[in-house]
């Protein structure tokens, strides 16, 4: 009897989708940041919060689970993203503790734009990705140079118009999150994303 060697099967990768968790801190986090962005509240411990909690270390959280589900793309987006909110906060909150400086409207605008830039660069990768992903990342871009236009210019109606614009970018995040989770649950089409082919 002559014994053929076996190769073990590779083990299953049992975990879940981290998407939807980074989408919806991602989203949830951008639309409340922008409300205060289109004039409707001032800056607050709210916004500083979620920035930390949920924007920053969730996103963190869901780019380390990518990484450990071999994408590259959510690796990326979701931890880069998760630092972007936790060093926002760190701009606004280290003068207030006398650690730094506040950074001057040129550094801000420095700031948003080479995080604009960044933005653009992941955009070509959601081509080969969805639909909803390609609008969220579209948006993103348009709106961090919303931002800079008005750091740069000191222009209020336009940050206004880019807290709206921000609102909508945020709103697509969180139907792309949630449409993955629904989706997902029902094993079927319940909010389309419009899938690349």
């Known amino acids: ?4 060697p076996t190769t073990p099967a590779p083990p299953q990768d049992t975990t879940a989708n ?3 968790l980074g ?10 940041l922008n409300i205060h962005n289109a004039g409707f509240y001032e800056m607050n411990s709210m916004i500083l919060a979620m920035g930390i909690f949920y924007g920053g270390l969730a996103q963190v959280i869901a780019g ?3 990484a450990k589900k071999n994408n590259t793309f959510g690796l990326t987006a ?3 993203y998760g630092f972007f909110w936790l060093s926002l906060v760190g701009l606004l909150v280290m003068p207030k503790l006398g650690w730094a400086a506040p950074a001057s409207k040129e550094a801000m605008a420095a700031y948003l734009g080479i995080w ?8 070509f990768g959601t081509l080969r990705l969805n639909r909803a ?3 969220v990342f579209a948006s993103l871009t348009v709106l961090f140079f919303l931002l800079v236009a008005a750091r740069v210019t000191g222009n209020e109606s336009l940050e206004h118009f880019a807290g709206y614009e921000g609102i909508v970018c945020g709103a697509s995040a969180i139907y792309t999150g949630i449409a993955n989770v629904l989706n997902e649950v029902y094993k079927k089409t319940v909010l389309p994303i419009g899938p690349v082919n």
Do not use: D, Y
């Open 1 to 4: 009897m002559t014994l053929i």
């Open 18 to 20: 981290p998407a939807p």
């Open 23 to 32: 989408l919806c801190a991602f989203g949830l986090t951008t639309v409340l």
């Open 64 to 66: 380390i689970i990518e």
């Open 78 to 80: 979701f931890t880069s």
């Open 116 to 123: 604009g830039v960044f933005t653009f660069c992941l955009f």
């Open 133 to 135: 992903l390609q609008f």
